[in-house]
């Protein structure tokens, strides 16, 4: 089932940094490193620049991609 692009930004996110607030998980690689936090940061300003960008039909393609990791994390929540 197709999804809007917020809500694929919003299931990669959570696949990518499991109910961790995506500037909350840079906070904390900050914390440990300020040289990887930066790299952190950096990823986090790509990623949403992808998501910007990609249209709703290549997200979703890349969530078909990730189907089995997904369904396992919404089976977690049950």
Do not use: H, Y
């Not at 694929?8 to 909350?24: G, H, M, N, S, V």
């Not at 904390?28 to 986090?44: F, H, I, Q």
């Amino acid at each position: 089932m197709p999804v809007s692009k917020e809500e694929a930004k919003q299931l990669l996110e959570r696949l990518i940094f499991d109910k961790e607030r995506p500037q909350d998980w840079v906070q904390d690689v900050w914390g440990m490193s300020p040289t990887l936090g930066e790299t952190a940061a950096k990823l986090l300003d790509v990623f949403d620049v992808l998501i910007a960008s990609c249209p709703e039909t290549k997200l979703n393609d890349v969530l078909q991609t990730f189907d089995t990791e997904l369904t396992e994390l919404f089976d977690e929540d049950i």
